[in-house]
């Protein structure tokens, strides 16, 4: 995976654009495009103590989800990336869709406060690596530049 060329499409399409809504759908679907076998990207987005589903490119979600519950739960109380190479195996995972078997999680923080994450699931086990992980928080330091 060429992060570098995925980072620099997100800058350039980001470039112009001050919307929030439109920065998340434009980068959902960049990451859908760049990324391999995944079948779920998007975001959720903080609001009074919850995740609630925000701009995303694959099937129907879950529209909340409370932070002591599942893989987003857990990034969004530890305010870390989180990998996690066989859902089946993480307490208290949201099966939203049954054929996802591997997630990784990268939270957004903007001023010092978590605005939400980036949540992106794989029909594969052991599907993220390090470099996802760099990659990811590189691309969410350019989303959350435009966020601010």
């Given at each position: 995976?060429?992060?570098?060329?995925?980072?620099?499409?997100?800058?350039?399409?980001?470039s112009n654009e001050d919307e929030r809504i439109s920065t998340l759908?434009?980068?959902?679907?960049?990451?859908?495009?760049?990324?391999?076998?995944?079948?779920?990207?998007?975001?959720?987005?903080?609001?009074?103590?919850?995740?609630?589903?925000?701009?995303?490119?694959?099937?129907?979600?879950?529209?909340?989800?409370?932070?002591?519950?599942?893989?987003?739960?857990?990034?969004?109380?530890?305010?870390?990336?989180?990998?996690?190479?066989?859902?089946?195996?993480?307490?208290?995972?949201?099966?939203?869709?049954?054929?996802?078997?591997?997630?990784?999680?990268?939270?957004?923080?903007?001023?010092?406060?978590?605005?939400?994450?980036?949540?992106?699931?794989?029909?594969?086990?052991?599907?993220?690596?390090?470099?996802?992980?760099?990659?990811?928080?590189?691309?969410?330091?350019?989303?959350?530049?435009?966020?601010?």
């Amino acid at each position: 995976m060429d992060y570098n060329k995925l980072n620099e499409e997100l800058r350039l399409i980001l470039s112009n654009e001050d919307e929030r809504i439109s920065t998340l759908s434009n980068a959902s679907a960049i990451l859908n495009k760049h990324l391999a076998n995944i079948n779920w990207v998007g975001f959720y987005l903080m609001k009074n103590g919850e995740l609630i589903l925000g701009p995303f490119q694959g099937k129907s979600a879950c529209t909340r989800i409370s932070l002591n519950r599942g893989v987003c739960g857990k990034c969004a109380r530890d305010i870390e990336t989180i990998v996690v190479e066989d859902v089946h195996k993480f307490p208290g995972h949201i099966a939203c869709d049954c054929a996802s078997k591997s997630e990784i999680c990268v939270p957004i923080v903007i001023d010092s406060s978590l605005y939400g994450l980036l949540d992106i699931d794989a029909p594969v086990e052991g599907r993220f690596t390090e470099a996802d992980r760099r990659g990811l928080e590189e691309a969410i330091k350019i989303i959350s530049e435009k966020l601010k």
